[in-house]
């Protein structure tokens, strides 16, 4: 008896500890947007718009989405870069995904159509 209570306790203790994956997958995502923000050269801002080009087409997290915020900020660098339609559609693809974005990214484009 007191072998099987030590066996279940170790069998709960060890049970707890497993890793669990991310839900979202974010590529260099950290590394990116700091560069950008630093240095804001062509190189750092290439690099920041390939990582959420990544971000978007592999999606490795437990939710299999693009994480919150990816498309918005991703538009907003496109509009920085005077592209503004991708932008837009990034921005558009943010309220699609997210629809709390809504009144936030209307706003937004609202201010760019001024």
């Known amino acids: 008896m007191k072998n099987l209570f030590a066996l279940l306790f170790f069998i709960l203790l060890f049970s707890s500890c497993t890793v669990q994956q991310p839900l979202y997958s974010w590529s ?3 590394q ?19 990582t959420y080009q ?11 989405i693009v994480p919150p915020g990816v498309y918005a900020d991703y538009g907003f660098i496109l509009l920085q870069l005077d592209k503004e ?16 974005s809504k009144v936030f990214i209307t706003n937004v484009l609202k201010m760019l159509e001024q």
Not at 89 to 100: A, G, H, N, S
Request: glycine content about 4%; proline content about 2%.
């Open 54 to 64: 990544k971000i978007i087409d592999k999606q490795e997290g437990t939710r299999k």
């Open 28 to 30: 260099k995502y950290e």
């Open 85 to 100: 339609e991708e932008g837009k559609t990034m921005l558009l693809k943010e309220v699609e995904t997210y629809p709390e």
């Open 32 to 50: 990116a947007s700091y560069n950008y923000l630093k240095n804001s050269d062509a190189n750092s801002a290439q690099f920041l718009i390939e």
